[in-house]
């Protein structure tokens, strides 16, 4: 066994240089090619990184950029916006003595207006009308520079009923509300959840960005038929299954639904993954393109028993935090030490 002594460790800086100099300088060893080693594999940093891209051409992979449905929308909401501009002050230069009715709740010292839709649990039917409305963005914005069309979303070709297409079906565009009513059918009959209208979306602008095709009055439908059937197997833990949507879609074929999974995926390049925080931007670009149209949510005002909730949260949300303080594993440099500690060291 050792003697136990104590000994003077100096942590300067100058002392560690000292003994680093008496080491002999490091000599790389010569790079192995690819054929020396065997391995053909693609190297990590031969990848493309996609960050690397340009924002604007992956909405729907990278969290900062802009959504594709909120640029298209602003057009339109600016000339909203300056129409109501006008009606405002012509209604009250008419009507000198009625303000008009108040369109909108503001909170006041002694009631705090909220409304029941959060980022992690969405109000479902008003995420399905800004989803809707997102949609009529995308088909009356689109960009007709003759982009190509697929066959497997062409209505002509893949009719979702017996009745007989009409001639001109990719002449004139679908209201909001026939966009409105179709989405809200499928995800009433299949029992979906507000979160998967998001993801939703978030496909179908991945798969307009990656396949560089239009959504337009002839494939809109089946483009949001595949977007939902994909988001509700990725999203929801009890997936429906392809023969549900034949249940709800009387005269559609399962054959006919594979086909339209099988392809959707191939060109999505089988990339269905969400982040966390390309979801949180989808979910407020949908409020903010809602407050633009004055589809607003419902207020109401805020409860005892509903603050209780929400301080309760809060209080959770903190004690998360210090959990995750203290597990965190803190590094000290020691560069800018200089005194001198004694500690006990160990002569055998």
Same mark, same amino acid.
């Given at each position: 066994m050792g003697?136990?002594?104590?000994?003077?460790?100096?942590?300067?800086?100058?002392?560690?240089?000292?003994?680093?100099?008496?080491?002999?300088?490091?000599?790389?060893?010569?790079e192995l090619s690819r054929e020396d080693t065997g391995c053909n594999l693609q190297h990590i940093s031969d990848r493309e990184n996609i960050d690397d891209l340009p924002m604007e051409y992956n909405p729907s992979d990278h969290p900062r950029a802009s959504t594709i449905f909120l640029s298209k929308s602003q057009t339109d909401v600016r000339e909203k916006r300056k129409s109501l501009y006008i009606n405002h002050f012509t209604h009250i230069s008419e009507n000198k003595h009625y303000p008009g009715p108040l369109r909108r709740k503001y909170s006041s010292c002694s009631t705090i207006f909220l409304d029941d839709s959060t980022v992690s649990q969405p109000n479902l039917k008003y995420t399905i009308k800004c989803v809707a409305l997102a949609i009529y963005y995308h088909i009356k914005n689109r960009d007709v520079d003759g982009r190509m069309s697929l066959d497997i979303f062409d209505e002509k070709l893949h009719p979702?009923?017996?009745?007989?297409?009409?001639?001109?079906?990719?002449?004139y565009d679908p209201e909001q509300k026939q966009i409105y009513r179709f989405v809200r059918t499928l995800f009433s009959a299949a029992q979906l959840t507000a979160e998967c209208a998001i993801v939703t979306l978030v496909y179908l602008e991945r798969l307009l960005t990656y396949a560089e095709i239009d959504i337009c009055p002839a494939n809109w439908k089946r483009i949001v038929l595949g977007a939902i059937l994909l988001a509700s197997k990725v999203w929801d833990d009890q997936a429906v299954w392809n023969v549900d949507y034949c249940q709800i879609l009387k005269d559609i074929t399962v054959e006919d639904m594979?086909?339209?999974?099988?392809?959707? $995926?191939? $060109?999505?390049?089988?990339?269905?993954?969400?982040?966390?925080?390309?979801?949180?931007?989808y979910y407020f670009d949908l409020r903010s393109l809602a407050e633009a149209n004055n589809l607003s949510f419902p207020l109401e005002p805020l409860s005892r028993d509903k603050a209780q909730k929400l301080e309760a949260i809060a209080r959770l949300c903190d004690k998360y935090k210090d959990v995750r303080k203290l597990a965190k594993k803190r590094s000290v440099s020691a560069d800018n030490l200089t005194v001198v500690r004694w500690c006990p060291a160990i002569i055998s």
């Open positions: 003697n136990t002594t104590s000994c003077c460790v100096s942590s300067s800086p100058k002392h560690r240089r000292s003994n680093h100099s008496r080491l002999e300088p490091y000599r790389p060893e010569p979702l009923s017996k009745s007989e297409v009409p001639a001109d079906y990719n002449k594979n086909e339209l999974e099988r392809q959707f $995926l191939e $060109l999505l390049q089988f990339n269905i993954n969400v982040p966390s925080s390309v979801y949180a931007k």
